[in-house]
T-cell receptor, first 113, second 115 residues
């Protein structure tokens, strides 16, 4: 079984500052890793995913994440945030066989002017 | 790119009635679809896996007689909430597996409010 832990439920940050949203996972099998963003009253939008290969993954809207197998982490980063980045961010894992997603509890990023 | 569409996006129903939510893959065939629900300010929880032409597989704790799932074609899965109660009010979102590389695509979600 897999699990995902997002340690921070809320992260306030000033506009143009860098941000890191933390995600740790546990799994006994190889997994795929994802970050999704959910804007208020909307569905999920894929930011980026790690399937294999390079551990540094670049996504949309200037976000990137680094897969660290030894630390079982997949932290999301952005060097300079905008007001429009205010949203809920979900980390998710999927084992490579079932395509079922296990989501973390989410981190609410609030960008302050 | 591939798109998964859900309908309706918002629905309000009376307690005791049933409501159906559709999940369609618009430009690819989806042999497998997944249904999730999200309570306010919480994460998404997998409810069931829907396989075309066979019975859905429900996650532990999900009542299969209350949440009826039908995957009658390779592009459509439906979730019917039967005898809905206010506690069923939630955000229901589907995902579909298919297209190039068996990618997972999420729908836009459906807000259900039971009054």
């Amino acid at each position: 079984a897999q699990s995902v832990t997002q340690l921070d439920s809320q992260v306030p940050v000033f506009e143009e500052a860098p941000v890191e949203l933390r995600c740790n996972y546990s799994s006994s099998v190889s997994v795929y890793l994802f970050w999704y963003v959910q804007y208020p009253n909307q569905g999920l939008q894929l930011l980026l995913k790690y399937l294999s290969g390079s551990t540094l993954v670049k996504g949309i809207n200037g976000f990137e994440a680094e897969f660290n197998k030894s630390q079982t982490s997949f932290h999301l980063r952005k060097p300079s945030v905008h007001i429009s980045d205010t949203a809920e961010y979900f980390c998710a894992v999927s084992d490579q066989g079932t395509y079922k997603y296990i989501f973390g509890t989410g981190t609410r990023l609030k960008v302050l002017a | 790119g591939a798109v998964v569409s859900q309908h309706p996006s918002r629905v309000i129903c009376k307690s005791g009635t049933s409501v159906k939510i559709e999940c369609r893959s618009l430009d690819f065939q989806a042999t497998t679809m997944f249904w999730y629900r999200q309570f306010p300010k919480q994460s998404l929880m997998l409810m069931a896996t829907s396989n075309e032409g066979s019975k859905a597989t429900y996650e532990q704790g999900v009542e299969k007689d209350k949440f009826l799932i039908n995957h009658a074609s390779l592009t459509l899965s439906t979730l019917t909430v039967t005898s809905a109660h206010p506690e069923d009010s939630s955000f229901y979102i589907c995902s579909a597996r298919g297209g190039a590389g068996n990618t997972i695509y999420f729908g836009e979600g459906s807000w259900l409010t039971v009054v």
